[in-house]
């Protein structure tokens, strides 16, 4: 066979799902849920930002991201979003215990995710967590947190529930994200990440979001990324 065109549309463009969705701007345009969609409303959402019309397409389709956009970008939403329609779709009930995990870097950005999925997944019925330590206390948190669905935590107190919390399990995992992904690729937190990657499932959807794009082979292959779409968007202020 003659080599491709270097600008041929291989990979992405030739999914008949993505190409579908890749020119739209409104959320309502997105094949989500009614439930997501109703959150979405409720809280005055209806025009994507740049980063999320770009990713959106992708990740909804299952892909793994490597996503860059700067603070304010509306960052949350293009991970949000994924999670919460990849477990509706699959079903994903109360017996089926951790289907998504959201690892921030701080106590405080872990919070103010925890809010947003609390209002986009408003009508859903997922049961969802903030696991940050200090706020409440470990032992209480040990209880229930195998009942989880949706867990929004920083690195150091997921791995203390990995290594401590009998019963804690994260085998069926669907969809791991890393916010402000270039701070937990950190080295101040790399043997955490180490630890917590090595409990999960490989077979995971991965999104990556940071303010400067994360290109490290070596974090990618850590985390065991597939054929990662690089999404690196810069809106005007
Ligand atoms: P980032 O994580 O990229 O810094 P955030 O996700 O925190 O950005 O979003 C920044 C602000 O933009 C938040 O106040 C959020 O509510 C708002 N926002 C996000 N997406 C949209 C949207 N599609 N339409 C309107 N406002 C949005
Ligand atoms: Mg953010």
Known sequence: LPPLPKDAPIGPLQD???????????????????RTQDGLKRANFSKMTDIQRASLPHSLCGRDILGAAKTGSGKTLAFIIP???KLYKERWGS??????IIISPTRELAGQLF????????FHNFSAGLLI?????????????????????TPGRLLQHMDETPNFDCSQLQVLVLDEADRILDVG???????????????????????TQTKSIQDLARLSLKDPEYISVHEDA
Do not use: W
């Not at 809010?115 to 408003?122: I, M, N, P, S, Y």
């Not at 330590?133 to 935590?153: D, P, Q, S, T, W």
């Not at 937190?189 to 303010?211: E, G, H, M």
């Open 189 to 211: 937190f790399k043997k955490t990440l180490n630890a917590i990657v090595a409990q999960l499932p490989k077979r995971r959807q991965t999104l990556l979001f940071s303010a």
């Open 16 to 34: 008949d799902k993505f190409s579908r969705y890749s020119g739209v701007t409104m959320f309502k345009e997105l094949p989500l849920s009614k």
């Open 133 to 153: 330590g200090g706020r409440k206390e470990v032992e209480m948190e040990k209880e229930h947190v195998n009942a989880l669905n949706i867990l929004v935590c």
């Open 95 to 100: 017996e089926d215990g951790v289907g998504g």
């Open 115 to 122: 809010d947003v999925l609390k209002t986009v997944g408003k």
């Open 83 to 85: 999670i919460v329609e």
